[in-house]
């Protein structure tokens, strides 16, 4: 397990656009201080903040880490040994590069546009740091690559977003997945207000 010591640890001033018990709410799971923190710079940092981006982002995330449960991948990641299409080209680099977050970013290439993208350099340390200190921002990085909040501002269904986010089989996990979106729409108000 990755350890930081408190001088490690940057304190970073947020918005909080979700509530500890909003986000326990959706995920069926306690969630900590830092996993909060890191929830709410992400939706300020990807503009995931209004009630309907909010929501949909919440149920999506609740559904792929099983409630939080999971936050890296569970395969231990040989599968992806030098698999060039995910820019894995060294030795070991499918095991460290394994899904990591909410929405599990797999694969150097996406590691490194993601480092790139944050200005954080110890991502490459790989699975283990992103899981721990980025959980959410590395799903928020997805999100934003895949223009998930444009699609949601024209209106797309739970289904239609969970199509996006799964890719191969839409109706994968569906079921959860609307379960979840409608946990979210409980938990999410109709207006935002976020507190500093």
């Given amino acids: 397990m990755l350890r930081l010591n408190p001088e490690e640890?940057?304190?970073?001033?947020?918005?909080?656009?979700?509530t500890q018990a909003q986000a326990e709410a959706v995920f069926g799971n306690s969630i900590s201080n830092a996993q909060l923190v890191d929830l709410n710079s992400c939706l300020q940092q990807f503009d995931i903040t209004t009630p309907d981006r909010i929501r949909h982002f919440m149920a999506q995330i609740?559904?792929?880490?099983?409630?939080?449960?999971?936050?890296?991948?569970?395969?231990?990641?040989?599968?992806?040994?030098?698999?060039?299409?995910?820019?894995n080209v060294y030795p070991r680099d499918g095991p460290r590069f394994k899904g990591a977050g909410a929405l599990q970013l797999t694969g150097r290439s996406n590691y490194q546009q993601f480092a790139d993208c944050i200005g954080d350099p110890r991502v490459m340390e790989g699975v283990d740091y992103v899981a721990a200190i980025y959980p959410f921002t590395s799903a928020g990085f997805w999100w934003q690559n895949n223009n998930m909040n444009r699609f949601i501002d024209l209106g797309a269904t739970c289904r239609q977003v969970s199509a996006k986010v799964n890719g191969k089989d839409p109706a994968n996990g569906l079921e959860d997945r609307e379960r979840c979106y409608a946990l979210a729409c409980s938990a999410i108000p109709d207006a935002i207000y976020a507190h500093a």
């Fill in 62 to 87: 609740a559904h792929e880490s099983g409630g939080l449960r999971w936050l890296q991948e569970c395969a231990d990641g040989w599968e992806y040994e030098f698999r060039r299409a995910l820019g």
């Fill in 9 to 18: 640890i940057e304190i970073i001033e947020t918005s909080i656009f979700v």
